[in-house]
């Protein structure tokens, strides 16, 4: 794959534009509320752009285009259609969560479950962030050594440096505006892509001529269960992951958090359709003769998005889409890096090992440990230990199944307790354990293609049934209060 030196420069550009924002944002960082969740001053906009831009990655783009072409079809847009009913869904939590003014989901569990439950939750949600950056790392650094011809290894210290850096800087305000500035990029950089595409196909009734008809079939390659499935496992993971809650409690109010998820979910309404389209152009020119597969064999089906991207765009338009490629991962890896260095500082710095700290202290604490997880998922992208990341990345599941409930009903239940937590916690990691490195997904006889759906339901049992046998002994659904 050739890449032009205009394409080059303009990610180059791209690239630097993102570590003066950061060093810009840090002009605006006084204290860790500001650092951790922006001063809580987002408005809808900026809301709608962090939330679309965090959960829109390499799989949404790259991945989708593929399933287009490869497998799914038309169906292949559910994979981002799915995000948008879950963050249409959390408008009705966005309120709660932004009201509850906390920096992190572990310091939320403290403040009403107590310190263990808070502990408890804060080393499942470690972990599996650490192991999120590692994998977007490595998915940011092949696309630009892919798309840019450089060794992977000269990609993997770009990459990290370029995104620890910003991060480090400015905090969640700096990865709101750069979030801001790479949904964009992606999203209409995607959008310009397909009438171009388009026209070297000779017209959308060509497509339609050149590509099975089952090819436009809504269910082909998810059923309606799976989509549901889909739907339940992304509004868990959404809820309590910090990468994405903490947009919620960085709202300027409730107002905005409401308006924010549904601007994000429109976001990707609009955007879901795009790539699947893409993929489908793409097979229609493969089979017209005009577009050979040997094309990118060398680099993989994923990357047919840049390969015909050089074939069918102008110069500077391909340049821009593919920073915006490259920044779809970039802007989940920076979400993930903060939501590690906020955990640590703020539920296992501040609460364990120095409970005194200053907010400064806790701010620098969150800015060391942001650079100790990004040179530990760079060394990981380095070697691409694959079985590292994958156990971490299983963490995701585990992270959701047991915390959701507690997290979300201990809004609305004075009755939910401790204990009923603690069982949530447990049991629902257990079951997503057992179907995911046991049965294999097997449960009864049965396939589980979503293993945190069954996860949740018996966390819930859990919770309800141990929250009666031992209830709290202050019923409440507030907070107890921590100093700033």
Not at 152 to 178: D, H, N, P
Not at 365 to 379: D, E, R
């Amino acid at each position: 794959m050739q890449v032009n030196i205009v394409v080059t420069a303009i990610v180059v550009v791209y690239l630097l534009i993102m570590l003066f924002i950061g060093w810009y944002s840090s002009k605006k960082i006084t204290s860790n509320t500001d650092f951790m969740v922006a001063g809580r001053r987002l408005g809808p906009f900026l809301m709608a752009g962090t939330l679309a831009a965090t959960e829109i990655g390499g799989g949404s783009s790259l991945g989708v285009v593929q399933q287009g072409m490869e497998s799914h079809g038309i169906s292949a847009a559910w994979y981002i259609i799915t995000m948008g009913f879950a963050f249409v869904i959390l408008t009705f939590l966005a309120p709660k969560f932004r009201a509850a003014t906390v920096k992190t989901v572990p310091e939320y569990f403290r403040r009403r479950y107590g310190k263990s439950a808070g502990l408890i939750t804060a080393v499942i949600m470690l972990l599996p962030l650490i192991g999120a950056t590692a994998s977007q790392f490595i998915a940011s650094s092949v696309i630009l050594s892919t798309m840019l011809g450089i060794n992977y290894k000269t990609a993997v210290l770009i990459v990290a440096v370029v995104v620890t850096l910003y991060s480090i800087m400015g905090g969640l305000w700096s990865v709101t505006l750069t979030d801001f500035i790479q949904v964009f990029l992606i999203v209409i950089g995607m959008i310009i892509a397909v009438p171009f595409a388009m026209n070297m196909a000779g017209g959308w009734s060509n497509v339609v001529a050149n590509v099975p008809a089952e090819t436009f079939d809504m269910f082909k390659g998810y059923s309606p269960t799976a989509v549901i499935s889909l739907t339940i496992m992304y509004v868990a993971t959404f809820t309590v992951g910090q990468e994405a809650v903490s947009r919620y409690y960085a709202a300027r109010d409730g107002k905005a958090a409401r308006q924010g998820s549904i601007l994000a979910a429109l976001v990707n309404f609009i955007y879901a359709f795009i790539p699947a389209i893409l993929g489908i152009i793409t097979l229609a020119l493969i089979n017209m003769g005009q577009f050979s597969s040997a094309e990118f064999a060398d680099v993989g089906a994923r990357y047919a998005l840049p390969v015909l991207a050089i074939k069918v765009m102008p110069t500077v338009i391909c340049g821009l889409l593919f920073a915006g490629i490259i920044s779809a991962t970039m802007s989940s890896s920076d979400s993930d890096l903060l939501g590690a260095g906020s955990i640590f500082a703020n539920d296992i710095y501040h609460t364990i090992i120095k409970p005194n700290a200053s907010s400064q202290e806790i701010m620098r604490v969150t800015q060391i440990t942001m650079a100790i997880c990004g040179v530990a998922a760079m060394l990981v992208a380095l070697f691409n230990t694959g079985s590292i990341v994958s156990l971490l990345m299983f963490c995701f599941t585990l992270r959701a199944a047991g915390a959701f409930f507690p997290y979300v009903l201990g809004h609305y239940w004075k009755g939910a307790s401790t204990a009923g937590t603690i069982a949530a916690l447990i049991s629902g990691t257990v079951v997503v354990v057992y179907l995911e490195q046991i049965s294999k997904g097997m449960l009864f006889g049965m396939k589980i293609s979503q293993p945190i759906v069954p996860g949740l339901v018996v966390a819930l049992v859990f919770f309800l049934v141990f929250s009666k046998i031992f209830p709290p002994k202050n019923p409440t659904t507030e907070l107890a209060y921590e100093e700033d």
